[in-house]
């Protein structure tokens, strides 16, 4: 395997605990990107919004390409997915 920055986004976000923010993703009240952190070894990524954090869960059977696969489900278990590109992500920390 190639260490590309992709790469080391990959193996940096499938830790716990790690900080990282994405473009495209601004909190409105601040004006600010949001900033998102992984939980229970990278399968859980939860915002920082102190009165409602949301959280995904992250795919891992279709999260091998260039994208990071995130899933939810709503009140009505109703599925929502989406998919990032690993060249949007910064990491923080």
């Known amino acids: 395997m190639r260490k590309t920055k992709s790469n080391l986004k ?8 790690v900080k990282f923010t994405i473009d495209g993703f601004i909190d409105y009240g601040t004006n600010n990107l949001i900033v998102f952190e992984t939980a229970c070894k990278g399968d859980v990524i939860i915002d920082s919004d102190p009165w409602y954090p949301r959280q995904m869960n992250v795919d891992r059977e279709r999260s091998k390409g260039r994208f990071l696969s995130l899933y939810s489900y709503d009140l009505m278990r109703n599925r929502t997915t989406s998919n990032i590109q690993y060249s949007s992500i910064t990491i923080l920390n």
């Open 10 to 17: 990959k193996a940096a976000i499938s830790a716990e605990g």
